[in-house]
């Protein structure tokens, strides 16, 4: 049962794995893409650390797992894009997958919506990773493959720019 695996990383490691992070994978997934590629891209997820089971770095098998996750986001989203000019359609037709859930969030959420839209896509995912994903920096720079150091940089930085946006965008202004 454990033949070629090392460390005890057997059925019962990745039985516990799935067990502790398939609901979050599942929520951040659903978060920016549609049901059926989030579905999809969690089985993918959680393929691919069963296969590099003895890659997964101890103490950080989370943030390796949104790693993974958010990299196959990332190719799904370009054999979309791909899809989409080679149909010939309008890009600005789509909305993003996780604009939808803002009839259910709060007005100032709702105020909130706009500005972060109109961040560049780095920007936008490290909030995210932050604020709905409640993610270290630690964890955070191990699943974009930078230092936590670089991790609070880019946070301050998007959300100055987001503080920028959202006064440009509405006249909100954080105090």
């Known amino acids: 049962m454990g033949v070629g695996t090392t460390d005890g990383r ?74 989409t000019r080679l149909r010939d359609k309008m890009r600005s037709t789509i909305l993003p997958p996780w604009a939808a859930c803002a009839s259910e969030i709060s007005d100032r959420a709702s105020a909130l919506l706009p500005a972060l839209q109109s961040l560049r896509e780095t920007d936008r995912e490290i909030l995210m990773l932050v604020a709905w994903e409640e993610m270290s920096h630690a964890e955070i720079g191990e699943a974009m493959g930078i230092s936590p150091n670089a991790v609070a940089i880019r946070v301050h930085r998007a959300r100055k720019r987001l503080a920028d946006r959202m006064t440009m965008l509405s006249g909100f202004s954080e105090a």
């Open 10 to 83: 057997d059925k019962d490691w990745f039985t516990d794995l799935y067990h502790d992070n398939y609901r979050t994978l599942l929520a951040y997934a659903r978060r920016r893409v549609d049901e059926q590629t989030a579905d999809e891209v969690v089985a993918d997820t959680l393929l691919v650390a069963w296969r590099r089971r003895d890659e997964v770095p101890e103490g950080f098998e989370r943030a390796w797992l949104f790693g993974v996750a958010r990299n196959t986001i990332l190719t799904a989203a370009r054999s979309a894009r791909r899809l």
